[in-house]
């Protein structure tokens, strides 16, 4: 790790914050400072900025070849290969998630970079466009839209950082990225994998502080071209009208509010039923709930309801909790105190609202922000707790009897990120999927996703997508080139031709300027001596 409180990184240069401040970051399972990180401000941003731009206009990282920006990708995948354990371990106890888990994160970051070097070599050629004549060269090319704002959240801090940081490198962009000042410090440790790998000075800054100072500068400063964040809808908005007033390019993930349907055919076995309620588990407790994709809404066929929601209360009563990196704990605690009176406080109206408690809804005794995971029967849309993003181990029930009630029901919610359908009928698979209102549908599945896939969401979850060929063309912008391999007079306007009596063309032009609809000239006439 960077040296304590020197955690920005501008232009080459590690440094404190300007104004001396710091930050402890809090160990969630017992509840101590481990670590300090430079608290930055507008300054510090501004600084970072000008670096961002400095590099992007007359740096180095803009004009590298596209196979030398992918071979530096992926020379920065096999630094995450070589240092898996450490930084696996970083981000379980920074974030208080499993060690298994932060060390699948970490596979997944390799995973990220490789595939976006693969992508932008296969898709960096110019595209052909036939102008409709053999006097015209036409092509389509992409460029790097410039200086990119990432800022990220505090639940999968590297990943998400990866989700962002390797298609703009892909692109030629040059960044400056703000991670959560909760989780901050997997994303210092990537930053220097990128410096190790041979990136130029200038192309990554990081600026550690709070969103509303570092976010907000980030979101409205005028040198910046894009912003990606991925974070709250209340946050997220800000964001998106403080882009707008700068006209920028914007990408929002904003959560999700996410349907786990299940149809009493998928339960029609054992081995069909002990599949399906271990899976509505993890996609509701996985990380503690605090996952923008969780199945937090588990919608489940009425005459399965009672046997499905009583195999699933009592597993969940047995899930192991502890810090992440002991042997044989399966859920970390919540990443803060807030967080977890906010988890609190919608069980607490839950019950208040009618819901029936099957299982946690208690802190266990001991240190550090735990909480059980909660099972929450009878639950219907009236209550916040099934309408509103908990991002807390907290497992709502709902039912339905017929298949057109389940569509509903999954798609009554202002959020579209993500949602699944369990069920043995192929053909019932299919028509479910397809009329979910969600960017990612899984079937008799939940939470793999693909690199080469594209994330995000409909509605509220946000605008444009991450990872996939599109993840790539949000941080592109496409420029027509057009060359006349044989330019003449348009003979637009009288008095630029005479015929000979002196008179141009019937409207001023020449028949020989006419343009057919694509804006190719069509030289239906030979040209006249």
């Known amino acids: 790790m960077?040296?304590?409180?020197?955690?920005?990184?501008?232009g080459g240069e590690w440094r404190a914050a300007l104004s001396g401040d710091a930050r402890r970051i809090i160990d969630p399972a017992d509840s101590t400072a481990f670590a300090v990180v430079a608290e930055g401000g507008v300054r510090d941003t501004d600084d970072a900025v000008a670096a961002a731009r400095a590099a992007f206009d007359a740096g180095a990282w803009p004009r590298t070849p596209v196979a030398e920006r992918a071979a530096l990708l992926r020379r920065v995948a096999d630094r995450l290969e070589r240092d898996r354990e450490r930084i696996g371990a970083l981000e379980s106890r920074d974030a208080g998630k499993t060690l298994e888990e932060?060390?699948?994160?970490?596979?997944?970051?390799r995973d990220a970079f490789r595939y976006f070097a693969d992508l932008v070599e296969k898709e960096s050629a110019e595209r052909v466009v036939d102008a409709g004549s053999p006097d015209v060269h036409s092509v389509v090319v992409h460029?790097?839209?410039?200086?990119?704002?990432?800022?990220?959240?505090?639940?999968?801090p590297i990943l998400q950082a990866s989700w962002k940081i390797a298609p703009a490198l892909a692109a030629g962009n040059t960044f400056v990225i703000k991670p959560s000042e909760i989780t901050p410090l997997s994303t210092v440790a990537l930053v220097e994998l990128l410096l190790e790998a041979g990136l130029p000075l200038g192309a990554a800054n990081i600026v550690t502080g709070p969103g509303h100072t570092v976010g907000a500068r980030l979101a409205e400063h005028p040198d910046v071209d894009l912003i990606s964040f991925t974070g709250g809808l209340v946050s997220g908005t800000k964001v998106a009208r403080a882009a707008a007033e700068g006209v920028k390019k914007v990408a929002l993930e904003l959560g999700g509010k996410n349907p786990n349907i299940v149809f009493a055919d998928a339960c029609a076995t054992p081995e069909g039923f002990d599949t399906a309620v271990d899976q509505a588990l993890n996609a509701a407790f996985i990380h503690s709930g605090q996952v923008c994709s969780a199945g937090s809404r588990l919608i489940v066929e009425e005459p399965l309801r009672d046997r499905f929601v009583a195999e699933l209360s009592r597993r969940a009563e047995l899930i192991r909790l502890g810090r992440g990196t002991d042997p044989g704990v399966e859920c970390g605690p919540l990443v803060s105190a807030a967080q977890r009176v906010r988890t609190e406080e919608y069980v607490a109206s839950a019950l208040a609202e009618g819901a029936v408690l099957r299982a946690g809804g208690v802190r266990p005794d001991g240190p550090g922000f735990f909480y059980r995971p909660t099972v929450l029967d009878r639950c219907h849309r009236g209550m916040r707790v099934v309408r509103e993003e908990v991002f807390g181990p907290v497992l709502t029930v709902e039912t339905f009897r017929t298949e057109e009630e389940a569509v509903a029901l999954g798609n009554d919610t202002e959020y579209g990120l993500a949602g699944a359908v369990w069920t043995a009928d192929e053909e019932r698979a299919g028509r479910v999927a397809g009329l979910l209102r969600h960017g990612t549908v899984w079937i008799n599945d939940f939470h793999p996703y693909l690199p080469q896939a594209e994330w995000g969401g409909f509605g509220k979850s946000?605008?444009?997508?991450?990872?996939?060929?599109?993840?790539?063309?949000e941080y592109r912008e496409a420029k027509h080139v057009y060359r006349n391999l044989a330019p003449r007079p348009v003979r637009w306007f009288a008095g630029g031709h005479d015929d000979g009596g002196g008179q141009a063309d019937a409207g001023g032009q020449d028949d020989g300027g006419a343009r057919n609809d694509g804006g190719a000239r069509n030289e239906r006439h030979e040209e006249r001596a």
């Open 102 to 109: 932060g060390r699948t994160d970490v596979d997944c970051v």
């Open 143 to 156: 460029e790097p839209v410039g200086v990119c704002a990432l800022i990220t959240p505090w639940n999968y």
């Open 2 to 10: 960077t040296a304590a409180q020197q955690t920005i990184h501008v």
């Open 462 to 473: 946000g605008i444009g997508r991450e990872l996939g060929p599109t993840g790539l063309a």
